[in-house]
């Protein structure tokens, strides 16, 4: 059994910054890959950023630049620090992570979703 547990969501101004956590526990042998998809209501659920386990890193172009994915594979977290944050990145924001569990299962895991707004 895999639990992912996000934080860091909140308000912002725009130009400000946030940074996202989420961290996986349980039956946890190996993470793969791991990403940041967000979905505003009335659209589809969008690939924000993802890294796999050796560090390749793909971003959407609307983050290019201003976000930044990382993950720290002791903790079993994947980060996102969002800067110089605009009003159209706001979304509930959901970690989702590739992982094989003790059993050799492998599984896609999801995040909560935390929300993230950004206005004046």
């Known amino acids: 059994q895999v639990q992912l547990v996000e934080s860091g969501g909140g308000l912002v101004q725009p130009g400000g910054s946030q940074r996202l956590s989420c961290a996986a526990s349980g039956s946890i042998f190996r993470i793969y890959s791991m990403n940041w998809h967000r979905q505003t209501p009335g659209k589809q659920r969008e690939l924000v950023a993802d890294i796999s386990r050796g560090g390749s890193i793909v971003y959407a172009d609307s983050v290019k630049g201003r976000f930044t994915i990382s993950r720290d594979n002791a903790k079993n977290t994947v980060y996102l620090q969002m800067n110089s944050l605009k009003p159209d990145d706001t979304a509930v924001y959901y970690c989702?992570?590739?992982?094989?569990?003790?059993?050799?299962?492998?599984?896609?895991?999801w995040g909560q979703g935390t929300q993230v707004t950004v206005s004046s």
């Open positions: 989702n992570m590739r992982i094989t569990s003790m059993s050799m299962t492998v599984s896609d895991y």
